[in-house]
C-alpha cells in the first residue's frame, strides 16, 4: 500500500467514525424515552431533578413527548424509574461509543 492510500483508508476511518457516532447518538436519543402511567417522556437530567424536587403533597402534572398532561402519582418513584432508565441508556452509550472508538483505531 502507498502513502496515498493509507492517507485515504485514514480519512474514511475518520469519516466513518464521525457517522456512525452521529447515528449511535440519535438512537440513544430514543432509547431515552420510556413509558409512564400513560405517558411517554424522555429521561433528561432535567426531567429527574424536576420530579426529584417536587413535594410529595401535591399533585404531579407533566408533560409527555406528545404533548399531552400527564398525572405523576408518586413523584418519587417516577424520579427513581426516570433516573435509573437514563443511567442504563448512558452506559449502554459509553459501551458503544468505547467500541466504535477501538474499530477506528484498527
Known sequence: MNKLESIVQAVKRATDYQVNKRILREK?????HFAYNG???KSTPELILFSSSC???E???LEDTYQNPIHIPDPELFAKLCKQHY???MNTWH???EELKQIRKV
Do not use: E, R
Not at 28 to 32: A, F, M, S
Open 59 to 61: 399533585a404531579l402534572y
Open 55 to 57: 413535594p410529595q403533597t
Open 87 to 89: 443511567q442504563k441508556v
Open 39 to 41: 405517558g411517554l417522556f
Open 28 to 32: 440513544i436519543q430514543t432509547d431515552l
Open 95 to 97: 459501551q458503544q461509543h
